[in-house]
């Protein structure tokens, strides 16, 4: 059963604007951590922002004051919303939802691939300069 499914990737050029969308089954929406992570080949998959159920938000300082993440519950939908895009922003992004974890000494939503248990299959994104 699919759990996360992404939409909204594409092409633009810096300094551009693109809207992420995960929708979410039931199931996967209350987890209590949602997020969006991305991943470029050889590299390790990074924390872009993350939400907790409580509405508290967290953010790679690469993505601070452009990038928003917010939820829509009457549609079980996660969203990024990314401004003042940047080439080294292309990659693949993905949606993920799990638990609360501890980490770096703080119990919540952090940027931790490995804590999230359900993913989708992802969405590219590409900035050109």
């Known amino acids: 059963q699919v759990q996360l499914v992404e939409s909204g990737g594409g092409s633009v050029q810096a300094g551009g604007s693109l809207r992420l969308s995960c929708a979410a089954s039931?199931?996967?929406?209350?987890?209590?951590?949602m997020g969006w992570f991305r991943q470029t080949p050889g590299k390790e998959r990074e924390g872009v922002a993350t939400?907790?159920?409580?509405?508290?938000?967290r953010y790679a300082d690469s993505v601070k004051g452009r990038f928003t993440i917010s939820k829509d519950n009457a549609k079980n939908t996660l969203y990024l919303q990314m401004n003042s895009l940047k080439p080294e922003d292309t990659t693949m992004y993905y949606c993920?939802?799990?638990?609360?974890?501890?980490?770096?000494?703080?119990w919540g939503c952090g940027p931790l691939a490995q804590f999230y248990k359900l993913w989708g299959q992802g969405t590219q994104v590409t900035v050109s300069s």
């Open positions: 939400v907790d159920s409580d509405g508290s938000t």
């Open positions: 039931a199931y996967a929406y209350r987890r209590s951590c």
């Open positions: 993920a939802a799990g638990p609360r974890f501890w980490s770096a000494d703080s």
